[in-house]
């Protein structure tokens, strides 16, 4: 089946550093991929669609200078976390589709990210 | 209102018992649906698409009903490995796409 690779897995960094995690699509191409964020005993929420070769679609809340997404080809999608703060640690998850319809989301493996 | 509520539970059912799980949705533009497995601190896995005329894999059955805008998980004869957190996912593709997950549902299976 269809694979997502996300990486890395786990970081830890200082505060006031900035992260970049990748997303790929190991065997389909994705037009779009979503960027999620999960803090603990609560839901996956949607932060940003990533769309290939155009700007990012942020939900509402989310600050898209602080969460820098880059989605430069059909396989690489990338969330920076800028001037990461402790209250940004949480597990973030990247997932894509194939181009065709219909066809379920496939998750990356997550990161998470601790800011200390 | 979100666009897709489950009850959080948690459902705590002996090992054997039947469960069911309601999703509602908002948007009836929605295209697909799926539920999702999650485990703690794992990436979301997809269980099963949802079909209108109902689809069946093994001990779950999902259900989707388009006139009242719900989705359903039922488990059969459940195992202690099935103790997890399901999300309904709905999925619209018009003129953009997004996935959008219900809160999720935590089940704990007891021996």
């Known amino acids: 089946g269809a694979v997502v690779s996300q990486h890395p897995s786990w970081v830890i960094c200082k505060s006031g550093t900035s992260v970049k995690i990748e997303c790929r699509s190991l065997?389909?191409?994705?037009?779009?991929m979503f960027w999620y964020r999960q803090f603990p005993k609560q839901s996956l929420m949607l932060m940003a669609t990533?769309?290939?070769?155009?700007?990012?679609?942020?939900e509402q809340g989310v600050e898209k200078d602080k969460f820098l997404i880059n989605h430069a080809s059909l396989t690489l999608s990338t969330l920076t976390v800028t001037s990461a703060h402790p209250e940004d640690s949480s597990f973030y998850i990247c997932?894509?589709?194939?181009?065709?319809?219909?066809?379920?989301?496939?998750f990356g493996q997550g990161t998470r990210l601790t800011v200390v | 209102r979100k666009e897709v509520e489950q009850d959080p539970g948690p459902f705590n059912v002996p090992e054997g018992a039947t469960v069911a799980f309601n999703c509602t949705y908002s948007n009836s533009a929605s295209q697909s649906f799926f539920w999702y497995r999650q485990d703690c601190r794992k990436e979301p896995k997809l269980l099963m698409s949802?079909?209108?005329s109902g689809n069946e894999d093994g001990r779950f059955t999902a259900q989707l009903n388009r006139a009242s805008q719900y989705i359903s998980l039922l488990i059969r004869d459940s195992k202690l490995s099935d103790s997890a957190t399901y999300l309904c996912?709905?999925?619209?593709?018009?003129?953009?796409?997004?996935?959008?997950f219900g809160t999720g549902t935590k089940l704990q299976v007891i021996p």
């Open positions: 990533s769309n290939e070769g155009s700007k990012a679609t942020y």
């Open positions: 997932s894509a589709r194939d181009q065709g319809l219909n066809t379920e989301a496939f």
């Open positions: 949802v079909y209108s």
């Open positions: 996912v709905g999925l619209y593709s018009g003129g953009y796409q997004k996935v959008t």
């Open positions: 065997d389909f191409q994705a037009t779009t």
